[in-house]
C-alpha cells in the first residue's frame, strides 16, 4: 500500500533519516521499532506530509506523495495519531472526534475546529459515525466530556477515534500506548488487534515490545536513521544487528 525508496531526511546537515526503503503491505499491521532518536515519528512526519523529506519517495497506492501538503495527504486516507497529544481541551470528546472527519496532521488541525459548526449541524449521520468511533474504544459514554479533564489513557483513545472515524486507508499510530499503564495497554492493543481484523492497514511506532511481539504481522526496525532490519516478529527478535543495536542497549539501560 505505501512503499518508501531511498527516503532521507536532514535536519540542518545532520541525517535523521538516511536512505530508507520500506514497504507497508495492505491489511497488515507492521509495526516500526528502535531505540529513542531513531527517526521513527520523522518517518511518520515525512509520510504524513507534516515534514517534506530530503530526498527519496513515498508511494501511497501508485501515487507519488512527497512533498505533498499534510492536508492533501489526509484527504488521500492517510490518518495519524501524535506521539504527543494533540487535543483541543476546552472541546468535547465527540467535537475531537468530529474533527476527524474533517482533516488532521500538524497545520491543518485548526482548520478542522474552524469546520466544527458545519460538522454539527451537517446531521445525525456524522455524530453517528463519531459515536460508533468512541464506541470502538469504550468513550461513548464520555461524549460530552471535556477532552482536557479526561485521564491520559483516555485522552490517547480519543486520539484513536479521531484517527479512524474518517475511515483511513492507511492509519500511522506513534506510540499510542506510550504512558499507559499494562492494564489499559492490554485494552488498547485488542483494539489493535480487532481494527486490523476489520482490514485496516496500520503503520505502529511502539516501544512496548511485548505489544509488538504480539500484534504485529511485520516488524521494520530503524536505527540512527536506517532500516536495519525487516522480517517476522520472530525474525527480527533473532537478527543480531538488531539484538545489538535495540535489545542490547535496552538491556544495557535496564
Ligand atoms: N524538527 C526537528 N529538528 C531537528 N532535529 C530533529 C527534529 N525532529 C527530530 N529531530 C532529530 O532527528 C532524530 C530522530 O528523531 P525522531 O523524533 O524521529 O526519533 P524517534 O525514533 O521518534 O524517537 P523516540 O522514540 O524518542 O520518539 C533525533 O536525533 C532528533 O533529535
Ligand atoms: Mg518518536
Redesign the pocket.
Known amino acids: 500500500m505505501l512503499r518508501l525508496d531511498g527516503l532521507s531526511k536532514f535536519?540542518?546537515g545532520l541525517p535523521?533519516l538516511q536512505d530508507v526503503s520500506i514497504s507497508v503491505p495492505a491489511g497488515q499491521l507492521t509495526a516500526l521499532i528502535?531505540p529513542?532518536?531513531?527517526?521513527?515519528?520523522?518517518l511518520i512526519n515525512c509520510m504524513t506530509g507534516v515534514l517534506p523529506p530530503s530526498s527519496g519517495s513515498i508511494r501511497f497506492l501508485d501515487q507519488e506523495i512527497a512533498g505533498f501538503t499534510a492536508h492533501r495527504i489526509t484527504r488521500l486516507g492517510i490518518h495519524r495519531t501524535f506521539?504527543n497529544l494533540r487535543l483541543f481541551p476546552r472541546l468535547s470528546v465527540l467535537d475531537n472526534v468530529l474533527t476527524g472527519l474533517t482533516c488532521e496532521g500538524g497545520e491543518s488541525m485548526i482548520m478542522a475546529m474552524l469546520r466544527l459548526p458545519y460538522l454539527r449541524h451537517r446531521e445525525r449521520q456524522l455524530k453517528l459515525r463519531a459515536l460508533e468511533a468512541m464506541d470502538q474504544f469504550g468513550l461513548a459514554d464520555k461524549a460530552q466530556w471535556p477532552a482536557g479533564v479526561l485521564a491520559y489513557g483516555d485522552k490517547k483513545r480519543v486520539e484513536l477515534a479521531r484517527a479512524i472515524v474518517g475511515k483511513p486507508k492507511l492509519l500511522l499510530l506513534d506510540?499510542p500506548v506510550a504512558g499507559l499503564n499494562a492494564e489499559e495497554t492490554a485494552a488498547v492493543g485488542e483494539q489493535l488487534r480487532n481494527l486490523r481484523r476489520a482490514g485496516h492497514t496500520i503503520l505502529l511506532v511502539e516501544?512496548d515490545m511485548d505489544l509488538v511481539m504480539n500484534i504485529a504481522d511485520l516488524v521494520v526496525v530503524?536505527d540512527s536513521g536506517r532500516c536495519i532490519a525487516t522480517g517476522t516478529a520472530d525474525e527480527v527478535r533473532r537478527n543480531p544487528l538488531v539484538l545489538e543495536a535495540y535489545l542490547g542497549r535496552m538491556e544495557a539501560t535496564a
Do not use: V, Y
Not at 532518536?37 to 520523522?42: E, L, P, Q, V
Open positions: 535536519f540542518g535523521a528502535g529513542n532518536g531513531a527517526g521513527k515519528s520523522t506521539q506510540e516501544h530503524l
